[in-house]
């Protein structure tokens, strides 16, 4: 059964506290993203890797750390750099960067 | 840089009247366009996509939308929704070319009542 899966589906941290949401896909695809949701803010783009071993920054970067080091697995950190962690985290993978994407569940953090 | 315009934040309907929800993006050159869904509690999923070919496109569960070029546009379309269809809707475009992720809209919520 191919898809993404996105782990935990609720976290809690305190402030301070640096925090990895994972996210593995078994589709084979070459590229993967991350999204963060906010009401009323649709999709933005935080990070997107193309390829093992290579990411870029998307729109809203800051604060976020990525690695790419398999295929199936593209973790996001959440620093304690970023001002406003709290919010749902989005997940997708395409074959190519120009293909449909397929997402995850999501993650709803909450830094408190 | 690309945007993509969502024209209306929340729309209402009452089941069985028709849906048309706007959809602009800045782009000038070949895109590739998308309409993803989100139902309540559930991943988002594609409704529809153009790459190229018949402007007009069908997409799942009764949905279409038409591209048109000169207007920068590519509007969803449901000639009668059903209470199923409550959900929060997003256009998504990139180019047809390059390695340029998509680019969101910030979404239209519809809710469909009875």
């Known amino acids: 059964d191919g898809g993404i899966t996105q782990s935990p589906k609720y976290l809690f941290r305190k402030e301070g506290q640096n925090v990895t949401l994972s996210c593995e896909q078994n589709l084979n695809h070459d590229a993967m993203y991350w999204y963060r949701q906010d009401p009323g803010q649709g999709l933005r783009l935080i990070y997107y890797s193309q390829i093992v071993n290579d990411f870029q920054k998307g729109d809203i970067a800051e604060g976020y750390s990525v690695s790419r080091e398999k295929k199936e697995s593209f973790p996001l950190t959440v620093t304690s750099a970023q001002k406003n962690p709290t919010a749902f985290y989005l997940c997708a993978s395409s074959i190519g960067s120009l293909d449909e994407q397929y997402f995850g569940p999501g993650t709803r953090l909450t830094v408190t | 840089a690309q945007s993509v315009s969502q024209h209306n934040h929340h729309v209402i309907l009452s089941e069985a009247a028709s849906l048309e929800l706007g959809c602009n993006y800045s782009y000038g050159g070949t895109v590739n366009l998308f309409w993803y869904v989100q139902y309540p509690g559930q991943h988002l999923q594609l409704l529809l996509k153009y790459f190229s070919g018949d402007p007009l496109v069908k997409g799942i569960k009764g949905f279409e939308a038409e591209f048109i070029k000169s207007k920068f546009s590519f509007n969803l379309r449901k000639p009668s929704v059903q209470w199923s269809d409550t959900a929060e809707y997003f256009c998504?475009?990139?180019?047809?070319?390059?390695?340029?992720?998509?680019?969101f809209g910030k979404g239209t919520r519809l809710s469909v009542i009875a």
């Open positions: 998504a475009v990139n180019p047809g070319s390059g390695n340029t992720p998509l680019v």
